[in-house]
T-cell receptor, first 113, second 115 residues
Framework: AQSVTQPDIHITVSEGASLELRCNYS??????LFWYVQSPGQGLQLLLK??????LVQGIKGFEAEFKRSQSSFNLRKPSVHWSDAAEYFC???????????FGTGTRLQVFP | EAGVTQFPSHSVIEKGQTVTLRCDPI?????LYWYRRVMGKEIKFLLH????????ESGMPNNRFLAERTGGTYSTLKVQPAELEDSGVYFC?????????????FGPGTRLTVT
């Protein structure tokens, strides 16, 4: 069965520091991969997605993610974090033959000034 | 354009009571999804409507949950009777077209607390 693991429940960084959020997935073929962000009081917003092609994907708000098949990973990165990036981040996999998304447990990001 | 809206934002009910959650998708979106996040766990798929038809309800936990989408517009999710383990955040999402490559737009969720 497909699954997504986000090993870091909570991460704290200083504003201006670089960020990497980890995501590992279990899936038999090339998956569809997504990163969503949820800010307080808001719905989940799609940051970026990977379907095929270039393994480095650029998203909104200055985020990028790299698909590494050999490591079954799709880590999210940002070179310089802003205080407004404080939120919860979810990695998700697209299930085959359906429209449903399979999510990880989320990583809560806290940003200190 | 308005996004996906959900009502109420928060509901507190006692065990055994009934609660109805509502979702209004983005206008023109035929696909509507319900997901749930139990405290500290992952967001899990509940079901998928295409217009008024249930396309996939494989994630519905049991027959205490009833989802409807009459007329293919808004959807309701009724929990009757509610149990303690039903507490969590219920998210609704919509998309214009079927398929993984089409973005699912999520609402802010309804936080359900069963005491």
């Amino acid at each position: 069965a497909q699954s997504v693991t986000q090993p870091d429940i909570h991460i704290t960084v200083s504003e201006g520091a670089s960020l990497e959020l980890r995501c590992n997935y279990s899936y038999g073929a090339t998956p569809y991969l997504f990163w969503y962000v949820q800010s307080p009081g808001q719905g989940l917003q799609l940051l970026l997605k990977y379907f095929s092609g270039d393994t480095l994907v650029q998203g909104i708000k200055g985020f990028e993610a790299e698909f590494k098949r050999s490591q079954s990973s799709f880590n999210l990165r940002k070179p310089s974090v802003h205080w407004s990036d404080a939120a919860e981040y979810f990695c998700a996999v697209g299930a085959p033959g359906t429209d449903k998304l399979i999510f990880g447990t989320g990583t809560r990001l806290q940003v200190f000034p | 354009e308005a996004g996906v809206t959900q009502f109420p934002s928060h509901s507190v009910i006692e065990k055994g009571q009934t609660v109805t959650l509502r979702c209004d998708p983005i206008s023109g979106h035929d696909n509507l999804y319900w997901y749930r996040r139990v405290m500290g766990k992952e967001i899990k798929f509940l079901l998928h409507f295409v217009k008024e038809s249930k396309q996939d309800e494989s994630g519905m936990p049991n027959n205490r949950f009833l989802a409807e989408r009459t007329g293919g517009t808004y959807s309701t999710l009724k929990v009757q009777p509610a149990e303690l383990e039903d507490s969590g955040v219920y998210f609704c999402a919509s998309s214009q077209t079927r398929g993984q490559i089409y973005e699912q737009y999520f609402g802010p969720g309804t936080r359900l607390t069963v005491t």
